[in-house]
């Protein structure tokens, strides 16, 4: 198997306070440092997975502030988004019927089908609240989008709190890509880990290696990749672009 490298950019998106944050820096530990984009008002990180397949996949989380001017900014926000964690908050109904919403937000800027991990966050809390959404709800509003947009849909439940679930949420999403890729096969009971945990072992290992870019060093990140100089982004940028079309069309040509 010729080991391959991904690079993708994920946006997290949800109501405001539903744990966006907490769960991106609890997936990434405490070392990792962020990148804040003011123009944009948000932030991003970048963490490794090495998968049991032999392909490591790097993942760019772009993770939107509570800022007021998201409308205008959005577009960049979205821009290049090959993948979207949709996370309510199980205790919040209101986050929860407001997932339609986020998608169809994402997907007027993305404009392709990306794969979805919908998340159900904060279920540490569940049983202190009266009307707190189930995890059939959470399956039923899977199947919904599933079958409203077409998407390749994942649900989860998770607590930032704990960790429960957390990696298992970023893992599923790594999967996601890759099978959409047609590097990996994906069943469609794998896609409800949280009632099959059998069979949601994950097959992606733990993260091995962290690093922080700013978009400077994300360029240069992404030159490292496919093997040019840094100076060359700036020098000769149509020779980058060359070279990502050719190598997409070798990806759609092996699989
Ligand atoms: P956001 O980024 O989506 O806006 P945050 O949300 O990550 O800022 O989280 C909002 C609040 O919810 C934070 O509390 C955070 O600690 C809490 N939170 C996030 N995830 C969980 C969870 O799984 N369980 C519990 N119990 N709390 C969670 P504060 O008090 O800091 O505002
Ligand atoms: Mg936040």
């Known amino acids: ?3 391959r490298s991904f690079l993708f950019k994920i946006v997290l998106i949800g109501d405001g306070g539903v744990g966006k944050t ?3 820096r609890r997936w990434m530990g405490e070392g990792f440092v962020t990148s804040y984009i003011l123009t944009v008002g948000a932030d991003f990180a970048v963490k490794t997975l090495n998968t049991p397949y032999g392909h490591e996949v790097k993942f760019q989380i772009w993770d939107l502030g509570g800022q007021p001017h998201f409308k205008e900014v959005r577009k960049t926000f979205y821009a290049g988004t090959a993948g979207a964690l949709v996370v309510y908050d199980v205790t919040d109904r209101k986050s929860y019927n407001n997932v ?3 998608i169809e937000e994402m ?8 794969p979805i991990v919908l998340v159900g966050n904060k279920i540490d809390l569940r049983n202190n609240v009266p009307d707190a959404i189930t995890t059939e709800e959470g399956i039923n509003l899977r199947k ?13 439940e998770t607590s930032a709190k704990t960790g429960e679930n957390v990696d298992k949420a970023f893992q599923g999403m790594a999967k996601l890509l890759l099978h959409q890729l047609g590097v990996i096969e994906l069943k469609e009971e794998e896609k409800i880990p949280v009632i099959s945990p059998a069979s949601s072992q994950s097959e992606v ?6 690093i922080s870019v700013d978009p400077r060093g994300l360029l240069n990140e992404i030159c490292r990749i496919l093997g040019f100089d840094e100076t060359e982004w700036q020098n000769e940028p149509q020779k980058i672009l060359t070279k990502i079309k050719e190598i997409v069309s070798k990806m759609n040509e092996t699989n």
């Open 1 to 3: 198997m010729t080991n």
């Open 22 to 24: 907490t769960l991106r």
């Open 100 to 102: 339609f919403g986020w």
């Open 107 to 114: 997907l007027k800027h993305v404009k392709q089908k990306v």
């Open 144 to 156: 919904e989008i599933t079958e409203k947009y077409g998407l390749d849909v994942l649900f989860i």
């Open 205 to 210: 290992t733990e993260a091995t290696s962290e």
